[in-house]
């Protein structure tokens, strides 16, 4: 299984400032994916990051708010921009799910807006 | 519209005892269920998963029941211990629905008093 390293694992954040965060995956693939778990929630999907072409976001996120970077197979940014106390979560990045294969998950930022 | 509904939302079992949590799904393309386990400061990992040829999967002491008529499908974890402690997902996905992303239940926290 795909092994999936984020950084940071934590940040606490002034409102108004911009986080990047960083997803590098130990194999080449062709979708990530972005997810944010909200405290005692499940996961909702953010946008998926393919390589090469503009990531395709969910319903109620925008490339504004969420621009997201992928410069190769295996690597991903997702910036969180104009920081608000609403956007205090955790930020997932996953990897596989096609062919009904399993999901791999990062352990996650955790972000505190103040 | 919430594709999958998980519950309960919470649960507390003795040590020893059967950890039972469900999922309905109302999608009938979906064609893989699985199952991840979640502990405080980690993301999720898979757990056990299911294909809806079979009616059950056992590994170890967590089993799966799938019911394809009633669109519904379990987990039981026999035998709970304080390390089963954590918050389990269920998901659905299909090859042919939603480019095969995920779709996930709202999760149920497992408390294993010992």
């Known amino acids: 299984s795909a092994v999936i390293s984020q950084k940071p694992s934590r940040d606490i954040c002034q409102r108004g400032t911009s986080l990047t965060i960083q997803c590098q995956v130990d194999?080449?693939?062709?979708?990530m994916f972005w997810y944010r778990q909200q405290p005692g929630q499940s996961l909702t999907l953010i946008a998926t990051?393919?390589?090469?072409?503009?990531?395709?976001?969910e319903s109620g996120f925008v490339i504004d708010k969420f621009p997201i970077s992928r410069p190769n197979l295996t690597f991903s940014t997702l910036t969180v921009s104009n920081m608000s106390p609403e956007d205090s979560s955790i930020y997932l990045c996953?990897?596989?799910?096609?062919?009904?294969?399993?999901?791999?998950f990062g352990d996650g930022t955790r972000l505190s807006i103040l | 519209q919430q594709q999958v509904k998980q519950s309960p939302q919470s649960l507390i079992v003795q040590k020893g005892g059967i950890s039972i949590i469900n999922c309905a799904y109302e999608?009938?393309?979906?064609?893989?269920f699985p199952w991840y386990q979640q502990f405080p400061g980690k993301g999720p990992a898979l757990l056990i998963a299911?294909?809806?040829?079979?009616s059950e999967k056992k590994e170890g002491r967590f089993t799966i029941s799938f019911n394809k008529s009633a669109k519904q499908f379990s987990l039981h974890i026999m035998d709970s211990q304080p390390g089963d402690s954590a918050t389990y997902f269920c998901?659905?996905?299909?090859?042919?629905?939603?480019?095969?992303?995920?779709?996930f239940g709202d999760g149920t926290t497992l408390t294993v008093k010992p």
């Open positions: 996953s990897v596989g799910g096609a062919g009904n294969q399993p999901q791999h």
């Open positions: 194999s080449q693939v062709t979708m």
């Open positions: 990051a393919n390589q090469g072409s503009e990531a395709t976001y």
């Open positions: 999608n009938t393309a979906f064609d893989y």
């Open positions: 299911i294909r809806p040829d079979v």
């Open positions: 998901a659905a996905s299909g090859q042919r629905t939603n480019a095969g992303k995920s779709t």
